[in-house]
């Protein structure tokens, strides 16, 4: 089964602070996994997308680097700040057929303190 | 528009009632994704319309439940004789399949 797994489920830091989060996925055949953040209340910001074929991609203070041979991916959050405080998502296109859908993992919750 | 519109953005409905929940994705994108969003649960896959082909029905939870894609543009996720679990938000996304996916705001659903 195909599945996607997120930890920790939360996490709270000091603001200033860099941190990482961890995204492993069960099968390595993969298009692409793409990163989101969730504010309370409200829809899905897509953040970066990794292809398959890319090791890392950066915007701004954000990072994701994908190793998929390992099944896993990260996002490094430098310098946080409490406006980073949300659930962060990670989503995975796995290969096979036409079928493009999001396989989602339960999230981590942050919260970045002042 | 600019971004995936979904409407209502709120609805409380009696239990038994039948309820449409309506999704315009952004223009020219060619995949539609369902989900839905219990309360402290993850995202669950409901349904997925890629351009003209069939679409993956296989996360709707009964046959209480359909959706449509009229013109290969708005979507329109149907659910008959709602049932009080079936509160939770319901969520919309498009793309150019496989490339990056962008959500609306969701309608949040609460049957009483």
């Known amino acids: 089964k195909q599945e996607v797994t997120q930890i920790p489920a939360a996490l709270s830091v000091p603001e200033g602070e860099n941190l990482v989060l961890n995204c492993s996925f069960t099968d390595s055949a993969i298009y692409n996994l793409q990163w989101f953040r969730q504010d309370p209340g409200k829809g899905l910001t897509s953040l970066l997308l990794i292809q398959s074929s890319q090791r890392e991609q950066t915007s701004g203070r954000l990072n994701a680097s994908l190793d998929k041979s390992s099944g896993r991916s990260t996002l490094y959050i430098a310098a946080s700040q409490p406006g980073d405080s949300a659930t962060y998502l990670c989503?995975?296109?796995?290969?096979?057929?036409?079928?493009?859908?999001?396989?989602f993992g339960k999230g981590t919750l942050l919260t970045v303190n002042p | 528009g600019a971004g995936v519109s979904q409407s209502p953005s709120n609805k409380v409905t009696e239990k038994g009632k039948d309820v449409e929940l309506r999704c315009d994705p952004i223009s020219g994108h060619t995949a539609l994704y369902w989900y839905r969003q219990s309360l402290g649960q993850g995202l669950e896959f409901l349904i997925y319309?890629?351009?003209?082909?069939?679409?993956?029905k296989s996360g709707l939870p009964s046959d209480r439940f359909s959706a449509e894609r009229t013109g290969g543009s708005v979507s329109t996720l149907t659910i008959q004789r709602t049932q009080q679990e079936d509160s939770a938000v319901y969520l919309c996304?498009?793309?150019?399949?496989?490339?990056?996916?962008?959500f609306g705001q969701g309608t949040r659903l609460t049957v009483v």
């Open positions: 989503a995975v296109r796995f290969s096979g057929g036409s079928n493009y859908k999001l396989t």
């Open positions: 996304a498009s793309s150019l399949a496989p490339r990056e996916a962008f």
């Open positions: 319309f890629q351009g003209n082909s069939a679409p993956d």
